[in-house]
């Protein structure tokens, strides 16, 4: 009963001081965050067995946040924040660190100040109560201000003896148009100058605050005593009343900009930024390893290429400046002024060549070994962890570095070719030099345009002839057979698998009504069977592989697929080749298919949806292929022999008529030759080179509204309201894209406006279909047939509003972000990938497709929208299906 008891107690009073301690957290092990009453932030970090402790206070002040009059003001407080309190004079605030063997100092940056003491940990409260005094409680003398003021200035005047900071503020200011990194944190000699106590007064009450505090305490401490000590000496404090007012915003740099200096200096300097993220975007793990890769030591790629091998600099680095607000990628050299345009351009060749060619896996790895070596040595101090829990704090609002070091760690080749091209674009750079006075270089805003692009094309000359150096998909190479055939490989190690896909023109477009169905026919017999493979040995032979052939059909192509773990790629790709090439056409087989396919058939009409898509179908693409039925006609599939299904398959599967993709753990070259070794003997049967396509006009809109209904015994009605849409290379299918999806899903207009708060239909959905010659756009609603009348009043309601009105930015931007992450994501497995590879190429898009793609979706804008569903939305053209109840 006794020992219930003081568990009882302890659990009580465990309770008692958790509930007085506002927003308590342990983050990880002797790592805790608590956010006081008044918002006021405390790390702390127990680090036992280290005898030493660091003490700072992090305010949400720098230089970035002041007014134009207020220029340097952050920077001159840091300098005199520790020239007295009411209790501690002139020299007392770091006397009293300093005598208990420690040191105590400050710094201002873009967006912090930070006010920093590190000594004997049994001494912490002392800098604690130091620090608290000097930032809260400072004097500002206005004779201590007069002489700080001078020392300050005699410190601008120092900067601007450096050519190297001259040459940093003129990088800035030219990177920057409008936002205030752009200016000298230090401010100007004018503005310094003016500066009085009622300014830093002023100035202090509008940014020193608890809100707009961290306090960072790591050594051998105990956390309830810190936190203890900061609530007695700040847990009084006042929130502030003051916003921060919004800072101007970069607009997106549309040409290279050029800059240039002539000083009194003996060493010429080259300097050139690329606009990038801030640091939480989750682009900027990448774009640090890729800064590393470029710049950071003598095993970069900068540095080995300029200095060791052509001799042009005596120095050069990179770096990733990613602070709150979007950054840039830096490069900077020392070098002689003969050197500078030959410096450019070979740098500029480096960054481009990420584009274009995928890093090695050891540079890769060594080059996020050492990022994360740098990062974690810088552990080894307490300073450096309260540096890096404050800047994370105040950068994401999580002070734990785990989650970005994974970051780090996952960073892929793949990734950094994708990044590169997001970002290394010739109109994204600014550069620029300095030079001894008298110096003239042939080098002007037109001249560094001609270098950027030269160099481009350089990196680009630099990659394999076979690969394709625009490709959406990262590392694709392009091969033509001397039969023809097209062949396309993606090199992907991530996942030891391969996928071929053998794609060929034809299916539904290649049909008549008297060979409707004989695509999907082939599709289910070709990979049934092979001359020299029965169908159970064919089967047991693939089993065995752990892989799976199939065929495929659409509406433009057929063909077929075939997935294998890596290793029995080429067992696989010579069985693949039987199939295309052998296939027994076996008549057992196609009897077992047919009957198959019959069913389907019978399927097709007990499913209301799929009989009213087909009516639809047959209706407004009345006169083209597309009319017919995906899975074919009954009296098609009755009667089309194997000998035609045969004559057939030859007429469209001819080596000139094939792409064959190929994506996963596999070398090209090794792909080519193995291709070549399997294929490269098949030649068409026929002298005549058949493309296997056909011309078909694109059919017009309806004359008049046209109305066709099915009536079934069942309980609901499904309903059809569509139009006829964009061709696939149309610059209309993406804002119709845009304007499908504005309809479409559970939060949707359609399902918002008829389900959720008229409750009309239980199933909605529009869809937007391109083709080769014309496409399909439409509504799709599944009611009740009570309500049949009154949910296509609605529908039409919400077609006529998206003509009349235009699309609120939220739904815009949700619309883009859906497409452009459903796209992405429908590209990642080998599979998917080796298919979009080979229709981009059947249906010559381009394997920048996809780049092109996001872009065009990121284009629209609301106008375009509503233009858009005034072009495909007819009211007097369409064709209305209505299959089920009365």
Known sequence: MKTHFLLLLGLLMTTMLTTQITGAKELGPHLHKTTLDNKLTVLVKETPGVKIATVQIWVRAGSIYEDKDEAGITHLIEHMIFKGTPTRGPGAVAGEIEEKGGAINAYTSYEQTVYHATLPARYWDTALDVLVDAVLHSTFDPKELEREKKVVLEELHMRNDRPTTKLFQAMMSNSYLVHPYRLPIIGSEESVSSFTRDDILAYMAKHYHPENFVVVVVGDVRYAEVQSKIRELMGNLKPGTYVKPELPQEQPQDKARFFKLAEETAQSHLALTIPIVPFVDPDCPTLDV???????????????????????????????????????????????????????????????????????????????????????????????QARVLGSFELLTGDPREDDYLEKIRGVSREDIQKIAKKYFKQNKITAGYLVPKGTELDLDQEKLQAIIAEADEKARQSIPPSQVADAHLTNVHRFTLDNGIRLLVREDNTVPTVALRAVFPGGLRAETEQTNGAFAFIAELLPAATENLPARELSLKIADMAGSINGFNGKNTFGLKGDFLARFFEPGLALFRDVLLTSAFDPQEAEKIRAELLAQLKQQEDSLPSLAFREFNRLIFQGHPYSLNTIGSEIALENLSVRELKKIYEKQAKSNNLVLAVSGDVKAEEVRDLVEKYFGEWQDKTEEQDSGEE?????????????????????????????????????????????????????????????????????LSSFAMPGLDTGSFGIYIGTSPDKKDEVIKSVWRELYRVQDEEISPEELNKAKNVLISHYEMSLQTHGSQAMEMALNETYDLGQDFGTRYVEEIEKIDANRVMEIARKYILPEHYVMVCVGAK
């Open 290 to 384: 890729i800064s590393s890769l470029l710049g950071h030591g003598d095993t970069s790629r900068l540095f080995h290429e300029l200095r060791d091998n052509r001799g042009l600099v005596y120095r050069i680095h990179a770096s990733a400046f990613t602070p709150h607000d979007p950054g840039l990628l830096e490069i900077t050299a020392v070098l002689e002024e003969e050197q500078v345009i030959p410096a450019l351009e070979a740098a500029l060749e480096e960054v481009f060549k990420l584009k274009y060619l995928l890093v090695s896996d050891d540079e890769l790895n060594r080059i996020k070994r050492n990022l994360e070596s740098d990062f974690v040595f810088n552990l080894e101090r307490v300073e450096g």
């Open 695 to 763: 011309s078909f006009l694109a059919p017009l809109p309806p004359a008049e509204p046209e109305m066709f209904t099915i009536e079934r015994d069942k309980e609901q009605v499904h309903i059809i309201i569509g139009f006829l849409g964009a061709m696939l290379d149309s610059p209309d299918r993406y804002g119709l894209e845009v304007l499908e999806t504005v309809l479409s899903g559970q939060s949707g207009r359609l399902f918002t406006e008829l389900r959720d708060k008229q409750s009309l239909a239980y199933s």
